[in-house]
């Protein structure tokens, strides 16, 4: 008797029930692409960002974040970094810079290894007219043609001196400066705002155009990687300062100012005229007269060359102490030393107070407590005469003077500003890539234009130092527990899920 259930076919079974799997797999693959490409789009155009962190370094300020969102032009942001240099700040620098292209896709953002990628880098350098042998971090940010150079060096504020358990004095840093710094530079290059920096001529001071070993070209490119104009003035032909300037630079006069000219200088200075003035060891021996009117504005500049005994090598002498300052801050902290040629001594002398400009001035650097000041000069040496001349102490070799209205003058104007330098040529084109030179100059430019002020609140962040003291044995210990306690772990796990698989 024939069965009234059909008999199942297995090959029609199997193909059913491939053809469904096949179908299942195929819309489940779909889903998840559908799935993704949603999720996709919708952080594409309606991103949400999450803060892990309470760094106030790497956040913009809403003043900032207004600003950089109404920008449109194109911004090129260049980090010249080396992966194996570890005490920089690096980190919060590409946190920042990160938040900036957050806020307008316009800003563009790359990092280079200079070390790795040289020609890279020099290609960078070539466009934009870069010095081509400095090496260093740093920041480049460029907008239409224009530039604007950020040394990594000038991004940390340091506290007082601090001496660690070895009685070393080291600087702890304290703030982070990257926003003031970024967003200054940003806007000076958009808002074309170029000072215009006259580079005084006439009496035998170095060439800002030259290419020789005494000539200021390497300095002149140093301001413009800061967005500085520097133009050449002879005062002699002229007669008279240019009205639109924002400072002066003296480097290295050797004949004599007029009266005329240094009258003209010192309503300049009363006005709220800022200046850097730098003295040639050529000079030795023949007044300027810009002596006698720097001692009416309390420094005094002797007639002599420093030496060092123990910082002194083949005619140059490395600075034995810098003092805490906003030029100096930043070197203190990357412990960056100067290197002078034969320099003057320039310090502070008490005078009679102004009558309506308080007179702050301060010593920037100074030799060793060997320092030896020379001020005889026979058959083309130089040579100390103990009964004038300083021996065995600190001898200051430049110093700032800041002078600003007194309270009943009623004036309201900005602070004068000085920058003076018992040597020209450590800033000239042999001298200015040794050491700090570089970026002692463009700070101390920065300062005299008071540039990168606190704008709206925008100031140095306060960093958070984290320490953690592990004791000598308590570190070895830690060291054998990661290296072989943790593997070790590990596999007596792997071998008792083995053990109880197994049996």
Same mark, same amino acid.
């Given at each position: ?322 003092? %805490?300052? /906003?030029?100096?801050?930043?070197? &203190? #902290?990357?412990?960056?030393? @100067?290197?002078?040629?034969?320099? $003057?001594?320039? !310090? ?64 309201? %104007?900005? /602070?004068?500003?000085?920058?003076? &330098? #018992?040597?020209?040529?450590? @800033?000239?084109?042999?001298?200015? $890539?040794?050491? !700090? ?67």
């Amino acid at each position: 008797m024939a069965s009234r259930h059909p008999i199942p076919n297995p090959s029609r079974q199997r193909l059913l029930a491939g053809g469904v799997f096949w179908l299942d797999l195929a819309l489940a693959t779909l889903a998840v692409c559908v799935i993704a490409a949603s999720l996709n789009y919708l952080s594409v155009r309606h991103p949400w960002r999450m803060r892990w962190h309470q760094d106030e370094a790497v956040m913009l300020s809403p003043m900032t974040q207004h600003w950089v969102q109404s920008l449109t032009n194109d911004v090129r942001v260049v980090v010249f970094h080396d992966p194996d240099e570890k005490d920089t700040p690096h980190a919060r620098i590409m946190g920042l810079l990160q938040e900036y292209r957050h806020h307008n896709s316009n800003i563009r953002l790359e990092v280079v290894d200079y070390l790795r990628q040289r020609s890279k880098a020099q290609a960078i350098k070539k466009q934009f007219s870069l010095e081509q042998e400095q090496e260093g971090e740093g920041v480049l940010f460029a907008v239409d043609g224009r530039h604007r150079m950020v040394s990594v060096k000038e991004l940390t504020e340091y506290s007082e001196p601090i001496a660690d358990k070895d009685g070393q004095l080291r600087l702890k840093a304290i703030g982070f400066k990257g926003e003031m710094l970024f967003t200054s530079a940003i806007m000076n290059l958009v808002e074309r705002q170029t000072p215009d920096v006259y580079f005084l001529q006439g009496h035998g001071e170095h060439d800002p155009d030259s290419q020789q070993l005494d000539g200021y070209a390497s300095f002149k490119l140093a301001m413009l990687e800061r967005n500085i104009d520097l133009k050449p003035w002879n005062l002699r032909e002229t007669g008279i300062l240019p009205e639109d300037a924002a400072a002066l630079v003296i480097a290295g006069s050797l004949r004599e100012w007029t009266p005329d000219e240094l009258l003209l200088l010192d309503t300049y200075l009363k006005q709220g005229g800022r200046a850097l003035i730098a003295f040639n060891v050529q000079g030795f021996g023949r007044l300027t007269g810009l002596e006698n009117w720097l001692r009416t504005w309390g420094i005094q500049v002797g007639q002599n060359v420093v030496d060092d005994v123990h910082q002194y090598s083949n005619g140059e002498i490395l600075i034995g102490k810098m003092v %805490q300052h /906003p030029i100096t801050n930043p070197l &203190l #902290g990357a412990h960056t030393p @100067l290197v002078l040629s034969m320099p $003057r001594s320039v !310090g502070p002398v008490h005078v009679q107070p102004l009558e309506w400009l308080d007179v702050d001035v301060q010593t920037l650097a100074t030799t060793t407590t060997n320092g030896i000041a020379k001020s005889g000069y026979a058959n083309g040496t130089f040579y100390h005469i103990p009964r004038t001349d300083f021996s065995g102490v600190q001898i200051p070799l430049m110093v700032t003077m800041q002078a600003t209205p007194s309270a009943t003058s009623g004036l309201e %104007q900005a /602070p004068s500003r000085l920058v003076v &330098l #018992g040597d020209s040529l450590f @800033l000239s084109n042999v001298h200015i $890539r040794k050491q !700090g030179n570089r970026d002692f100059a463009g700070l101390a430019m920065n300062w005299l234009l008071d540039r990168d002020t606190l704008m709206g609140g925008i100031g140095s962040k306060p960093l958070t130092e984290f320490r953690m003291d592990i004791p000598a044995d308590s570190l070895v210990r830690l060291q054998w527990f990661m290296l072989g306690g943790l593997p070790l772990g590990v596999f007596g796990m792997g071998f008792l899920v083995w053990l109880r698989r197994r049996y």
